[in-house]
């Protein structure tokens, strides 16, 4: 009887704790990016505008890019997305600025920042 009443609330939270790990990046567009970090072509993008999403994360804002990309092989090309951004970057990623991106080879309005090494 004990071993349930100490289960069940532990199954039910770690269940919300994955639910809303899942929740938090379709919201933030970090499911899309990270398929698209994974298989997308590699390539440069021009920050055309910057704007606000009105979600934070954490203390961080997601923020909308309207994006000129440039890649080996394919004609520049305008594409929109959002990124869950550190705080402390946002001085440094204003219109004007080169980052690198990855690209939908097949859709190019599918378009993610690479600019966080993850791999650390």
């Given amino acids: 009887m004990i071993r349930s009443r100490v289960l069940v609330?532990?199954?039910f939270c770690v269940l919300l704790c994955?639910?809303?790990?899942?929740?938090v990046d379709?919201?933030?567009?970090?499911?899309v990016a990270n398929e698209i970090r994974e298989t997308g072509s590699i390539g440069t993008a021009r920050v055309l505008k910057i704007w606000n999403v009105g979600i934070?994360?954490?203390?961080?804002?997601?923020?909308?890019f309207r994006l000129e990309v440039r890649a080996e092989g394919v004609a520049?090309?305008?594409?929109?997305t959002k990124a869950l951004i550190n705080y402390?970057?946002?001085p440094r990623i204003q219109p004007?600025?080169?980052l690198a991106v990855r690209y939908d080879p097949n859709d190019h309005k599918r378009v993610a920042l690479d600019i966080y090494d993850d791999k650390k």
């Avoid at 994955?18 to 929740?23: I, R």
């Avoid at 934070?56 to 909308?64: C, D, L």
């Avoid at 520049?76 to 929109?80: D, G, L, Q, S, W």
């Fill in 9 to 11: 609330p532990l199954v």
């Fill in 26 to 31: 379709r919201i933030t567009g970090e499911n």
């Fill in 76 to 80: 520049p090309f305008v594409a929109e």
């Fill in 18 to 23: 994955a639910c809303k790990t899942g929740l």
């Fill in 96 to 98: 004007g600025t080169i």
């Fill in 88 to 90: 402390l970057d946002i």
């Fill in 56 to 64: 934070v994360v954490n203390g961080n804002p997601v923020v909308g």
